[in-house]
């Protein structure tokens, strides 16, 4: 639309009666007129609508991540297992659901010098009270982040369905900020539950002969030597930083060993840690330095297969 307080002077009729076009000066001065006209009402468009553009993305981010964790729990690997035999998948307490993001370091079982001399008072202290606990403090304000997930989740059902609120890509194209934070600190905060209830001061050494978990062994490994060899080659050989872990399937039942980096957690694969081994530095270095494999020596003699044929129980209980 042409303004017309900037046609100063009429324009000269043609023959047809229709005014001749803008000369090529006037043109120019037209196109100047109509761009600053625009530009000065987008400027204060954007000036009264970004404030509230924000806040209300900031909001529609939350209540997205809230809508996609239930969605997810229907898709997510964990699902058929979940509804076809109301599988539990916190394998070690606390099982409870914190909707505030209120997560707390479960405290150790035993004596912090319990161990030695497998692993050291200093090792022990440092690795719950500094490591354990700062994944756990993490993973509350990634929680809050996320507005505490649905609220109706444990930890471990979170988890599993992680993977597709982290395909989903945020506004900057990169997903959730917060989404991932979980991914690191709520895997350290599972893994450390884990890694922690399954030691002991007076440790059962094997399982029970003819137990459940005993028969699960056998079948998928053979023998409990050949698991431990696969599950001490499996330590051994992570890359860097990261676990290895004794992990069932729910959907065929079946046990396997498998290796995750850093602080991944099987649970995003739809499958339930049964057993680890943090084979972090900050696990072993005080004590025995570089040496991992004396570590996963020393560890076997301290894990207590009584606590897992217990979590076994648990998550295979219908």
């Known amino acids: 639309l042409r303004p017309p307080e900037i046609e100063t002077e009429p324009r000269r009729l043609r023959a047809d009666g229709r005014k001749h076009p803008l000369t090529h000066p006037q043109a120019r001065t037209h196109a100047r007129t109509l761009a600053a006209a625009a530009r000065d009402s987008s400027e204060q468009k954007r000036e009264t609508t970004f404030p509230l553009e924000m806040a209300m993305t900031q909001k529609v981010l939350a209540a997205v991540l809230v809508a996609m964790v239930g969605l997810a729990k229907a898709d997510s690997p964990m699902g058929e297992a979940?509804?076809?035999?109301?599988?539990?998948?916190?394998?070690?307490?606390?099982?409870?659901?914190?909707?505030?993001?209120?997560?707390t370091v479960p405290p150790l079982p035993y004596p912090y010098d319990s161990l030695e001399p497998e692993i050291d008072n200093q090792t022990m202290t440092f690795h719950h009270d500094r490591?354990?606990?700062?994944?756990?403090?993490?993973m509350n304000k990634a929680l809050a982040d996320m507005a505490g997930m649905d609220g109706t989740?444990?930890?471990e059902e979170m988890m599993s369905t992680l993977p597709t609120v982290l395909a989903t890509a945020g506004p900057s194209g990169e997903p959730d900020a917060s989404a991932t934070a979980f991914r690191k600190n709520g895997g350290g905060y599972l893994n450390h539950k884990m890694y922690f209830?399954?030691?002991?001061?007076?440790?059962?050494?094997?399982?029970?002969?003819?137990?459940p978990l005993a028969q699960a062994i056998d079948t998928s490994f053979g023998s409990w030597a050949d698991f431990q060899e696969e599950m001490t080659n499996a330590a051994a050989t992570v890359f860097g930083s990261g676990w290895a872990f004794l992990v069932l399937d729910p959907v065929t039942g079946e046990l396997s060993v498998i290796q995750k980096p850093n602080q991944d957690s099987p649970y995003m694969d739809g499958l339930i840690p049964l057993l680890g081994?943090?084979?972090w530095e900050h696990?072993?270095?005080l004590l025995r330095g570089p040496d991992?494999?004396?570590?996963?020596?020393?560890?076997?003699?301290?894990?207590?297969?009584?606590?897992?044929?217990?979590?076994?129980?648990r998550v295979t209980a219908s």
């Open 153 to 155: 989740s444990t930890v």
């Open 277 to 279: 081994i943090d084979v």
């Open 197 to 211: 209830a399954t030691m002991s001061p007076e440790p059962q050494s094997e399982p029970t002969p003819g137990s």
């Open 131 to 138: 490591h354990f606990a700062g994944y756990t403090k993490k």
């Open 82 to 103: 979940t509804e076809a035999s109301n599988v539990t998948m916190c394998a070690y307490e606390p099982c409870d659901i914190q909707a505030a993001a209120d997560y």
């Open 292 to 313: 991992r494999g004396d570590y996963i020596s020393a560890w076997w003699d301290v894990v207590d297969l009584a606590k897992v044929e217990e979590a076994f129980a």
């Open 283 to 285: 696990a072993y270095y």
